[in-house]
C-alpha cells in the first residue's frame, strides 16, 4: 500500500485530555474527526467531542440525552441481554445505544497546529427526537458568505444527515434532517455548477446494494434529490467493505478532486480519491487505486478504535493540502499532501 501524506511531527495536535468536558459528571473519551474552515484569518476546526461517564466496575454505562438534559444509563456487564463487544456500540435487550455522546466543539489556530477554544462560542449538541445519541462528523462548506454545517444526527430512529448554517459562528439556523436514514458522510460541494447545489453523501445498505457514494443535487442546499450512485466498493481491495466522502471537493484544472475514506471487512480506515468532471459530478473521471494514506502511525493504530485514519476537514493552499483528521478514534491529527501528486496518483478511466 502506498502513503504519501506528511504527517505533522506535533501529531496528535488534540488529545482528549485537553480539552473540558461539556458537564460535570462526564469524561472526554474521544476527539474525532474535525470539521475544518478559516475565519477571521485563523483555521478553526469544528471537533467531534465524545463524552461518556466514568466507568465503574461490574456496569457499562452510557449518556443519552433527553428533553430535560442528559441521562444516564447503567447496565450490569454480566447481563445475559447485553451485547458489549464493539467499543463504539452496544446493543441491549435488542435495541442499539452509543456508548458515548458526542457534541460539535469550535477549537482555532493562527499557525494550524497548536489550537485553542476561544471565549464567547457555543457548543453545538444535539437537539430534539433525532439526535437523542449526538451529532457527529460535521462537513463544513463555504457558499456566498455561509457556512453549511452537514453532521450526522443519531438517534434510536437511526443515522441521518442534519444541516445547520451561520455566518458568524455565534447564530445557527436549524435546517432539521436533510437527507433521513440511513445516511451519513455528507459534503456540500463550495460552488454551485450550472446554478445548482451538489453534496455527497453516503446511504447504507444492509442486503441489496452496500455502503456506496452517492451525488445529490439541490436548488437551494436545503432539499435535495436526483441522488445517483457514483462510488462503489471494490472486492479485495483496500475499500472493499465501505466508502464515504470526506470534506467538500476541491475544483482542480483536471476536475473536481475528492478525497475519501474506505475501510475493508477488517475496519481497517484509509484515505483515497477520486476526480469528477467539473461542468457534471456525476461523472467519474478517475480514481486511486491504492490508498494515499494508511494508518500506519502508533497513534494511528492504537486508541479508542485502532487502525483508523479518518478525514472530513481540510484546508487548501495552492498545491499544498492540509488534511485534519481523526486517528483511532481518539486523537486529531494533521497532515500535508501535494494535489499534485493526489492528481499523478489517479487512474483515469477508459
Given at each position: 500500500?502506498?502513503?504519501?501524506?506528511?504527517?505533522?511531527?506535533?501529531?496528535?495536535?488534540?488529545?482528549?485530555?485537553?480539552?473540558?468536558?461539556?458537564?460535570?459528571?462526564?469524561?472526554?473519551?474521544?476527539?474525532?474527526?474535525?470539521?475544518?474552515?478559516?475565519?477571521?484569518?485563523?483555521?478553526?476546526?469544528?471537533?467531534?467531542?465524545?463524552?461518556?461517564?466514568?466507568?465503574?466496575?461490574?456496569?457499562?454505562?452510557?449518556?443519552?440525552?433527553?428533553?430535560?438534559?442528559?441521562?444516564?444509563?447503567?447496565?450490569?456487564?454480566?447481563?445475559?441481554?447485553?451485547?458489549?463487544?464493539?467499543?463504539?456500540?452496544?446493543?441491549?435487550?435488542?435495541?442499539?445505544?452509543?456508548?458515548?455522546?458526542?457534541?460539535?466543539?469550535?477549537?482555532?489556530?493562527?499557525?494550524?497546529?497548536?489550537?485553542?477554544?476561544?471565549?464567547?462560542?457555543?457548543?453545538?449538541?444535539?437537539?430534539?427526537?433525532?439526535?437523542?445519541?449526538?451529532?457527529?462528523?460535521?462537513?463544513?462548506?463555504?457558499?456566498?458568505?455561509?457556512?453549511?454545517?452537514?453532521?450526522?444526527?443519531?438517534?434510536?430512529?437511526?443515522?441521518?444527515?442534519?444541516?445547520?448554517?451561520?455566518?458568524?459562528?455565534?447564530?445557527?439556523?436549524?435546517?432539521?434532517?436533510?437527507?433521513?436514514?440511513?445516511?451519513?458522510?455528507?459534503?456540500?460541494?463550495?460552488?454551485?455548477?450550472?446554478?445548482?447545489?451538489?453534496?455527497?453523501?453516503?446511504?447504507?445498505?444492509?442486503?441489496?446494494?452496500?455502503?456506496?457514494?452517492?451525488?445529490?443535487?439541490?436548488?437551494?442546499?436545503?432539499?435535495?434529490?436526483?441522488?445517483?450512485?457514483?462510488?462503489?466498493?471494490?472486492?479485495?481491495?483496500?475499500?472493499?467493505?465501505?466508502?464515504?466522502?470526506?470534506?467538500?471537493?476541491?475544483?482542480?484544472?483536471?476536475?473536481?478532486?475528492?478525497?475519501?475514506?474506505?475501510?475493508?471487512?477488517?475496519?481497517?480506515?484509509?484515505?483515497?480519491?477520486?476526480?469528477?468532471?467539473?461542468?457534471?459530478?456525476?461523472?467519474?473521471?478517475?480514481?486511486?487505486?491504492?490508498?494515499?494514506?494508511?494508518?500506519?502511525?502508533?497513534?494511528?493504530?492504537?486508541?479508542?478504535?485502532?487502525?483508523?485514519?479518518?478525514?472530513?476537514?481540510?484546508?487548501?493552499?495552492?498545491?499544498?493540502?492540509?488534511?485534519?483528521?481523526?486517528?483511532?478514534?481518539?486523537?486529531?491529527?494533521?497532515?500535508?499532501?501535494?494535489i499534485k501528486e493526489i492528481l499523478e496518483a489517479l487512474v483515469f478511466y477508459h
Open positions: 500500500m502506498s502513503d504519501i501524506a506528511q504527517r505533522f511531527i506535533q501529531n496528535p495536535i488534540l488529545c482528549p485530555k485537553d480539552l473540558v468536558p461539556s458537564t460535570a459528571g462526564l469524561e472526554i473519551a474521544c476527539l474525532l474527526n474535525p470539521g475544518v474552515f478559516t475565519f477571521q484569518n485563523k483555521i478553526w476546526l469544528l471537533v467531534r467531542v465524545a463524552e461518556r461517564p466514568g466507568q465503574k466496575q461490574g456496569l457499562i454505562s452510557f449518556p443519552v440525552l433527553r428533553k430535560n438534559g442528559i441521562e444516564i444509563i447503567e447496565i450490569a456487564e454480566a447481563d445475559p441481554a447485553l451485547a458489549d463487544n464493539d467499543p463504539r456500540v452496544i446493543n441491549y435487550q435488542g435495541a442499539d445505544y452509543l456508548t458515548t455522546l458526542s457534541h460539535l466543539r469550535l477549537v482555532c489556530s493562527d499557525d494550524g497546529v497548536h489550537f485553542y477554544q476561544p471565549a464567547g462560542y457555543p457548543l453545538l449538541q444535539g437537539e430534539g427526537e433525532d439526535e437523542t445519541f449526538g451529532i457527529e462528523d460535521c462537513r463544513v462548506s463555504l457558499i456566498d458568505k455561509t457556512y453549511y454545517l452537514t453532521f450526522t444526527s443519531v438517534s434510536a430512529h437511526g443515522v441521518g444527515v442534519g444541516l445547520r448554517t451561520t455566518k458568524d459562528w455565534k447564530r445557527f439556523e436549524k435546517h432539521g434532517m436533510i437527507i433521513p436514514p440511513h445516511n451519513k458522510d455528507c459534503a456540500i460541494f463550495e460552488e454551485r455548477i450550472n446554478g445548482k447545489f451538489y453534496a455527497l453523501h453516503r446511504p447504507s445498505s444492509v442486503a441489496l446494494g452496500g455502503n456506496y457514494i452517492w451525488l445529490a443535487e439541490s436548488p437551494d442546499g436545503i432539499h435535495w434529490g436526483k441522488h445517483k450512485c457514483i462510488i462503489k466498493t471494490r472486492p479485495n481491495h483496500w475499500d472493499s467493505a465501505r466508502v464515504g466522502a470526506g470534506a467538500a471537493p476541491i475544483k482542480t484544472a483536471e476536475g473536481w478532486l475528492e478525497i475519501y475514506h474506505g475501510a475493508n471487512g477488517k475496519h481497517q480506515y484509509c484515505l483515497g480519491a477520486f476526480l469528477m468532471a467539473l461542468d457534471d459530478p456525476s461523472k467519474v473521471l478517475a480514481r486511486t487505486d491504492e490508498p494515499i494514506m494508511v494508518p500506519t502511525a502508533d497513534y494511528e493504530l492504537h486508541g479508542f478504535f485502532g487502525e483508523v485514519v479518518f478525514t472530513n476537514g481540510h484546508i487548501v493552499n495552492g498545491d499544498e493540502l492540509t488534511i485534519y483528521y481523526g486517528a483511532a478514534d481518539e486523537f486529531v491529527c494533521g497532515a500535508k499532501f501535494s
